[in-house]
C-alpha cells in the first residue's frame, strides 16, 4: 500500500486545518487507516485512526473533540479535520495503514511521507 499525504500548512492557533490520505495498492479498502505526528523533540504518537471493518474511531485524549477522522472507501482517502488547533499540535503528520491498526508506531506496516502542521500564537 502506498500513501500520499496533503494538506498540512500553516494557521494560527484556534484555527482548522484538514489533512487527506490517499491509498494506492491492493487491497487497500481493507486497511484500518490512521494519522501519527512526531516532532523534533518527541517520539512518533499516536492521533486517530478509523477501522475499515465499522467504521469505528479512535483519538488520543489530547485530541477528542477537536479533531474528526473519516475514510472513504470508494476514493480510498483518509482525512483527518482538525479544529481549535493548539501550539502544540504542530508537528509532522503521517499518514499510517494496517490490517488492524494500534497505537504504536513500531506496529504500523505502511507509512506516508508526512506533512507539516505549524500552530502559532
Known amino acids: 500500500v502506498q500513501l500520499q499525504a496533503s494538506g498540512g500548512g500553516s494557521v494560527q492557533a484556534g484555527g482548522s486545518l484538514r489533512l487527506s490520505c490517499e491509498a494506492a495498492g491492493r487491497p487497500r479498502s481493507t486497511y484500518d487507516m490512521g494519522w501519527f505526528r512526531q516532532t523534533p523533540m518527541k517520539e512518533r504518537e499516536f492521533v486517530a485512526a478509523?477501522?475499515?471493518?465499522?467504521?469505528?474511531?479512535l483519538y488520543r485524549d489530547s485530541v477528542k473533540g477537536r479533531f474528526t477522522i473519516s475514510r472513504d472507501n470508494v476514493k480510498n482517502k483518509v482525512y483527518l479535520q482538525m479544529n481549535s488547533l493548539e501550539l502544540e499540535d504542530t508537528a509532522v503528520y503521517y499518514c499510517a495503514a494496517d490490517p488492524k491498526i494500534t497505537t504504536v508506531p513500531n506496529w504500523i506496516h505502511f507509512w506516508g511521507q508526512g506533512t507539516q502542521v505549524t500552530v502559532s500564537s
Open positions: 478509523v477501522r475499515w471493518s465499522d467504521g469505528s474511531t
